[in-house]
Nanobody, 116 residues
């Protein structure tokens, strides 16, 4: 059974930081591109950052310079370090695992709220 379990969300003031984690089980983690998506109320789910099996990284323009994605294949975990958070970063953040051979999986999401 595949599971992607996000953690680390919460309430933070503007300018603050959070670190999200996504622990994967039931997959060969190193064979998957890992991504973070987010969805604000009433909006579509958008890609925030991705890291490939070869550690190539992409960021949405809105988070470049503020967010950092990383992965630890030994721990089957992907991280999203979020700094200089803004109210517009408020959303549910979802972990995504993608492989052309093995399919796509989603986590259940974790809420991030940036507010004073």
């Amino acid at each position: 059974q595949v599971q992607l379990v996000e953690s680390g969300g919460g309430l933070v003031q503007p300018g603050g930081s959070l670190r999200l984690s996504c622990a994967a089980s039931g997959i060969s983690f190193s064979d998957y591109t890992m991504s973070w998506y987010r969805q604000a109320p009433g909006k579509q789910r958008d890609l925030v950052a991705s890291i490939s099996t070869g550690a190539s990284i992409n960021y949405a323009d809105s988070v470049k310079g503020r967010f950092t994605i990383s992965r630890d294949n030994a721990k089957n975990t992907v991280y999203l370090q979020m700094n200089s958070l803004k109210p517009e970063d408020t959303a549910v953040y979802y972990c995504n695992a993608r492989s052309y051979l093995y399919g796509v999986y989603w986590g259940q999401g974790t809420q991030v709220t940036v507010s004073s």
